[in-house]
């Protein structure tokens, strides 16, 4: 989409939210917008004040329980949802029955770029908590007609029974938690690329299925080919991954998107991603700094797809960036780097101070007939690729945390000073 329908779509949006939405009218008025025409072109547009979750946090503070960032009266919403709470206190979020259409339609792209059709059968993975992330998976393949099998409240030995009951054909989770139910099938002695009719994984909540490394691990398991996509409770799902799996495209039929240098808020090729959401009139977010670090690919896609393309998806967040005596270390990385090693069961980290610098402890379940051989060669490769000393110990299986959500596996014992 060019940036003047762009920018149609948004002067459409802001007709009603500059009348009634009391967040969004007294920020807007208070850097000259007073009417939608007042944005015209790309330069008018970069005019806007960014909006951050601290402000929507205080905003839902000072205004309990929804915040003041609301375009209609309160019964015109049906859907609640709430941040995971990664990132600072979570936020409470509201859908009017068009805007959660929207969002279904936003999965819509997110299936289709991945071949999936109303023919499959779907395991949304997922407890179904008060969190967005697959809810909206869910209303997406409501929308293009799919089969959904049930499966809130299983245990993961009964979410893979049911795949393989049921012939399920695409599997939507986590990619920790997809690696965690291939896990208890080996326990359980079932060969999934032998026995599962998984042929198409979807991710979300974590940049591991834009990870090489982990990447791999999941489609070398599943026998399937994984996807990744990227969103967010306060955005929408903005992330889609298309065939030939080079990146994640934004989807700029349904978002305005900038990748922005954090230090200048200029116009970059690697930043923050800042995004504003064209079709959630009811509670939008306009140039929303997400604290996303990307990167634009220079190239365009071979599938054919205008949009833009993330290399490597999100890169980690820009503040969960680990420094460690001086270099900046996302959690991505060192998982790309760890899980290359088909041994490695599970890991975790930590980065704790010493009176004379930072250390980095680095934690391994290794099947390795002699897991210190493993650790060794863990820290070898973390020292070439990156310059970084790390102290890498191998540790009995079934030791270290599984998760079914999103994982954290690094803790900064630094900030517990």
């Not at 940049?207 to 490394?213: D, E, F, I, T």
């Not at 969103?231 to 495209?249: F, L, R, Y």
């Not at 991603?273 to 959630?280: A, F, K, S």
């Not at 969960?320 to 998982?335: F, H, K, Q, S």
């Amino acid at each position: 989409m060019d940036i003047q329908t762009q920018l149609h779509r948004l002067r459409r949006m802001l007709a009603p939210v500059l009348e009634t939405n009391a967040f969004y009218k007294q920020k807007l008025t208070e850097a000259g917008i007073t009417h939608p025409n007042d944005i015209q072109t790309l330069e008018d547009y970069r005019k806007l004040p960014f909006t951050t979750k601290e402000e929507l946090s205080a905003d839902q503070v000072a205004h309990p329980p929804y915040g003041t960032n609301l375009t209609f009266p309160l019964e015109r919403y049906t859907c609640l949802h709430r941040t995971s709470g990664t990132t600072g206190a979570p936020l409470r979020w509201l859908d009017t029955a068009e805007s959660w259409g929207w969002w279904g339609k936003c999965w819509g792209e997110i299936y289709r770029a991945a071949g999936v059709t109303s023919a499959d059968r779907l395991m949304i993975a997922f407890s179904f908590g008060p969190f967005i992330g697959f809810w909206s998976a869910y209303h997406g393949a409501q929308q293009l007609g799919a089969l959904i099998i049930p499966n809130g409240g299983m245990t993961s030995d009964q979410r893979i029974r049911a795949i393989l009951s049921n012939d399920a054909t695409v599997l939507i989770a986590t990619p920790t938690y997809t690696l965690r139910l291939a896990e208890v099938a080996e326990q359980a002695g079932i060969d999934l690329r032998e026995e599962a009719s998984i042929q198409v994984t979807i991710h979300a909540g974590e940049p591991g299925a834009s990870l090489p490394a982990t990447k791999q691990r999941i489609e070398s398991r599943w026998g399937a080919r994984a996807y990744d996509h990227a969103g967010a409770t306060e955005v929408g799902a903005w992330g889609v991954m298309c065939k030939p799996q080079a990146g994640v495209h934004l989807n700029e039929n349904e978002f305005i998107c900038e990748v922005l240098d954090p230090e200048t808020d200029n116009p970059a090729e690697e930043g923050e991603l800042v995004i504003t959401n064209l079709g959630r009139v009811g509670m939008p977010v306009i140039r929303y700094r997400t604290g996303d670090h990307v990167k634009l690919k220079s190239a365009p896609c071979e599938c054919g797809w205008e949009s833009r393309v993330l290399e490597g998806g999100v890169i980690g967040r820009l503040d969960n960036a680990l420094i460690i005596r001086g270099l900046n270390v996302y959690p991505a990385t060192l998982e790309n780097i760890i899980l290359r090693f088909p041994n490695v069961q599970e890991f975790a980290g930590r980065v704790y101070g010493t009176e004379t610098f930072d250390e980095l402890e680095i934690q391994i379940e290794s099947t390795n007939a002699n897991p210190a051989d493993t650790a060794t060669a863990v820290a070898a490769a973390i020292r070439d690729e990156l310059g970084l000393r790390a102290t890498v110990k191998a540790v009995p299986l079934g030791t270290l945390p599984r998760y079914e959500l999103k994982s954290n596996r690094f803790t900064d014992e630094r900030s517990q000073l």
